[in-house]
């Protein structure tokens, strides 16, 4: 069964760094756009960074030149480099893909379940 399990959320001061990872499971033969979303409290769920299978990436304006989105295929793993947080970067993270092409079959619009990220002093 394919799923998407993210992690290296975890409480940090303002300026700090993090390192998330997403990792799809299962027996997978390609995987094709993946990015990170967060929710924050009371607010919607809103894009951060996406990566395309060609490695071409973008960002959220609010994360620009503080976030950097990566992606190791052999590893079908996405990662997201956080730096210089602040507190409204506080939210959950969730990974997500579009479509990913596995043992199981094609398999669209997938998210994990979330990895919480707190930015406080």
């Known amino acids: 069964q394919v799923q998407l399990v993210e992690s290296g959320g975890d409480w940090v001061q303002p300026g700090g760094s993090l390192r998330l990872s997403c990792e799809v499971s299962?027996?997978?033969?390609?995987?094709?756009?993946m990015d990170w979303h967060r929710q924050a409290p009371g607010k919607e769920r809103e894009l951060v960074a996406g990566?395309?299978?060609?490695?071409?990436?973008n960002y959220a304006d609010s994360v620009k030149g503080r976030f950097t989105i990566s992606r190791d295929d052999a590893k079908n793993t996405v990662y997201l480099q956080m730096n210089s947080l602040k507190p409204e970067d506080t939210a959950v993270y969730y990974c997500?893909?579009?479509?990913?092409?596995?043992?199981?079959?094609?398999?669209?619009?997938?998210w994990g379940e979330g990895t919480h990220v707190t930015v406080s002093s």
């Open positions: 997500h893909t579009d479509r990913i092409h596995a043992l199981d079959g094609i398999i669209f619009d997938s």
């Open positions: 299962g027996t997978i033969f390609s995987i094709n756009a």
């Open positions: 990566i395309t299978s060609g490695g071409n990436t």
